[in-house]
């Protein structure tokens, strides 16, 4: 028997969003589900291979992967936002690098990643002076500061957990973390709080270090996720994720 069927538009009637995952998150998934789910709005991953061990040569390597990562994401219908999720990888590799090979696949895709998002978030709220807080070994963790200080925005305070392994980073609690948020972000000379890595647990700290500090604090995973819906014109406000998802634009 031969049924009939009716079709519609398909799912993110609203937005279509892509993310492409490090081979060795385990967080950001978690963190974006809730989010993203809402009528209208769907959310696909794609996975690309990265390495366990996070240095400046292993972070680069993904760069020849981008294009085929990003290909693996639905084509059907033209993606709004790509968000490619590394801090570390993006700074390393160079946003503009990869941006081109994300749009090698969706050449009408917006593209961005949480070195571009974090900037933009700073910026959103005017601040210079930012205390980091980094999982990374130093050269890496060097790298991330340069970018801020490209853009014009001054490491005021850094601290870091010193880790390498992906693995030890997604499991570093969400109390270590709002501890050394907050051990940073007490210093007068600090406007704001960068909290680096898509694999560090932050969206259950967020509000609470901004209460203890009463000063912007803004982690990877916030930061990308509020630009990849603002890129793709999702109103943030009214999630419980700080003052970046509800400040006035």
Known sequence: MRLDFDCDTGLGKKA?????????????????????????????H???????????????????????????????????????????????IGSGAVEAAIRKAHPGASVTNPAVAVVAALKAFGVERIGVVSPYIANVTEAVCGLLRREGLEPAKIGSFGQSEEAVVARIEARSVQDAICAIGDDPKVDAVFASCTNLRTFPVIEACERALNKP??????????????????????????????RET
């Open 46 to 92: 794609s996975r690309i291979a990265s390495d366990p061990e996070v240095t400046e040569e292993t972070l680069m390597r993904m760069k020849e992967n981008l294009t085929g990562a990003a290909a693996l994401l639905p084509g059907h219908r033209p993606l709004d936002v790509i968000g490619y999720a590394c801090t570390s990888a993006s700074t390393v």
């Open 16 to 44: 279509a969003l892509g993310l492409i995952v490090l081979q060795a998150d385990e967080t950001i998934e978690k963190e974006f589900r809730p989010l993203f789910d809402q009528d209208g709005v769907v959310l696909y």
């Open 217 to 246: 604090v803004i982690s990877s995973n916030v930061a990308l996720a509020w630009h990849m819906m603002t890129l793709a014109g999702i109103d943030t406000r009214g999630k419980a994720l700080g003052r970046l998802f509800n």
